[in-house]
């Protein structure tokens, strides 16, 4: 297997699920701090959780 490495400026979710799909990547690895607690409701952060909807393949989410 082949890791690639790519710097893109623009909306970081968008353009990892996009630069994904253009490349036929199969695996998306990405890590989060894992908010929690009353201020989110969410248990990643807001751009991993964004990745995860929009990319069309798998995604590994990795806590930090």
Do not use: F, H
Request: hydrophobic content about 45%; some cysteine.
């Amino acid at each position: 297997k082949t890791v690639t490495a790519a710097a893109i400026v623009g909306s970081p979710a968008v353009k990892i699920a996009d630069y994904a799909r253009e490349n036929g990547i199969d695996l998306i690895l990405i890590s989060t701090q894992g908010r929690t607690g009353a201020e989110s409701t969410a248990l990643i952060g807001g751009t991993t959780e964004k990745v995860v909807r929009l990319a069309t393949c798998a995604v590994l989410v990795i806590r930090r």
